[in-house]
């Protein structure tokens, strides 16, 4: 069975600071994908990011990275100089082997960005 | 490009009413899901499919059933609906059964059972 567990229920911190949103997850899958979802105060999920489970370097793009650890199970996303356009629900999910190959989500992460 | 359509986006719905959710998608792609959202518990799988005519349930699929007779559309039904089916509904596709492929969302549908 594969579980995301994502601690941070809500997270507020003031415009222009850093924030880190984290990500644990179980599988006992060897080939397994990580994706980060957002969701915006109008509801859709959009698309950040995949990594597959044989790549464990660092991602940046733009104000936006991601540090993936085997070792630790984790895959924690951070925010550089958060604006307020990226308050959103924050969703990690995880995709391993299984027939339906459906995503597997955690909870998600409600980060508002005050000005 | 339509991508991901899910039709409605709002309803309402009496105890014990029936409804089907549309999910229709222009990509080609092989693989369909229904997934519903629920504050705190993210999103869960209700049943999914691989291929036409093919269905297949997930995580959550009780009070729900599904249908897949064309590749473009996945039929999301209620037969009998409860309030604890108020949620939202997302559909996603994606074009096969790769580890690494991505899937694509509809809008969502938000449902409210009274």
């Known amino acids: 069975a594969q579980k995301v567990t994502q601690a941070q229920t809500e997270i507020s911190v003031v415009e222009k600071e850093d924030v880190t949103l984290d990500c644990v997850y179980e599988?006992?899958?060897?080939?397994?994908?990580l994706f980060w979802y957002k969701q915006p105060p109008s509801g859709e999920l959009v698309f950040l990011i995949r990594r597959n489970s044989f790549d464990e370097q660092n991602e940046i793009s733009g104000r936006y990275s991601w540090n993936f650890q085997k070792s630790t199970s984790s895959f924690n996303f951070t925010i550089t100089a958060s604006q307020v356009v990226d308050s959103a629900v924050y969703f990690c999910?995880?995709?391993?082997?299984?027939?339906?190959?459906?995503?597997?989500f955690g909870s998600g992460t409600q980060l508002t960005v005050l000005p | 490009n339509a991508g991901v359509t899910q039709t409605p986006k709002f309803r309402v719905l009496k105890t014990g009413q029936s409804m089907t959710l549309l999910c229709a998608q222009d990509?080609?792609?092989?693989?369909m899901y229904w997934y519903r959202q629920d504050p705190g518990m993210g999103l869960r799988l209700i049943h999914y499919s691989v291929g036409e005519g093919t269905t297949a349930k997930g995580e959550v699929p009780d009070g729900y059933n599904v249908s897949r007779l064309k590749k473009q559309n996945f039929l999301l039904g209620l037969e009998s609906a409860a309030p604890s089916q108020t949620s939202v509904y997302f559909c996603a596709s994606q074009i096969g059964g790769g580890v690494n492929t991505e899937a694509f969302f509809g809008q969502g549908t938000r449902l409210t059972v009274v």
């Open positions: 599988t006992r899958d060897t080939t397994y994908y």
């Open positions: 999910a995880l995709r391993g082997g299984s027939s339906a190959r459906q995503l597997t």
């Open positions: 990509m080609n792609h092989e693989y």
